[in-house]
């Protein structure tokens, strides 16, 4: 089920999440590590265990994610954090409606276990979910990283945002060409390490204030 699936991690200084994030993805997936600027040897540490390391010097979640894009050649493409707050393991389950052909855009719906989603980043992302609502018919209750598509349809998107709007701009994008969009229910765990983004609020904000410029910018 699994056969022909690149994985993209965005990387920055998971060197301590890395191996455990690696070892339990599934059999016929192949790992995309993006290092976007780590200095505690994540490079290296994914290269060692077998996966693809691609170097993006710009700075990003965006930035890092479309040139792991870029860089896949399998026929299905899925997205996940390196930081050990989601099960690899699971990304099975969030591929396996684009194998079937049931669905093009798969989301994984986290189902947070104790003190692994922080009270600010939830209402943010129920509050940027809601404001999805409204724009797409999707019925979608959450913008996690953990996704999948095939490659060449993500990549005739043409997805411009290079920061946090990324996600968001994919999902928007999707909708506006009929996108067959579905959510699944994955595990999301306390992550390893210190947060970039989410764990803190100043990252939260300037996630939100991302996602509400490519918001206006899709209304227009």
């Known amino acids: 089920m699994a056969a022909g699936v690149d994985v993209i991690f965005p990387c920055l200084n998971e060197a301590r999440a890395l191996p455990g994030v690696l070892a339990a993805l599934p059999s016929g ?10 200095t505690d040897g994540s490079a290296e540490i994914a ?6 390391v691609v170097t993006e010097s710009r700075r990003g ?3 890092a994610a479309h040139a792991g894009l870029l860089s896949a050649t399998a026929p299905i493409v899925a997205f996940c954090d390196a930081d050990g707050s989601f099960d690899s393991a699971e990304l099975a389950r969030v591929v396996a409606p ?9 989301l994984g719906r986290r189902r947070a276990q104790r003190n692994s989603w922080p009270l600010h ?5 129920a509050f ?7 724009f797409t018919p999707a019925s979608l209750h959450d913008l996690g990283p953990m996704r999948a598509a095939r490659r060449e349809a993500l990549l005739d998107l043409d997805l411009r945002d290079r920061r946090s709007g990324y996600p968001l701009e994919m999902v928007l994008r999707a909708a506006r060409r009929q996108w067959r969009i579905a959510e699944v229910d994955v595990s999301y765990r306390p992550r390893i390490g210190r947060s970039k983004v989410t764990g803190t609020v100043r990252g939260t904000a300037t996630a939100i204030a991302d996602m509400s410029r490519v918001l206006r910018e899709e209304a227009r």
């Open 47 to 52: 290269a060692v265990r077998g996966a693809v």
């Open 98 to 106: 684009v194998t079937a052909g049931d669905a093009d855009l798969v």
């Open 121 to 125: 980043a939830r209402i943010a992302n």
């Open 29 to 38: 997936m192949r790992a995309i590590v993006v290092d976007n600027g780590s």
């Open 61 to 63: 979640f965006g930035s």
């Open 128 to 134: 940027l979910a809601a404001r999805l609502r409204a």
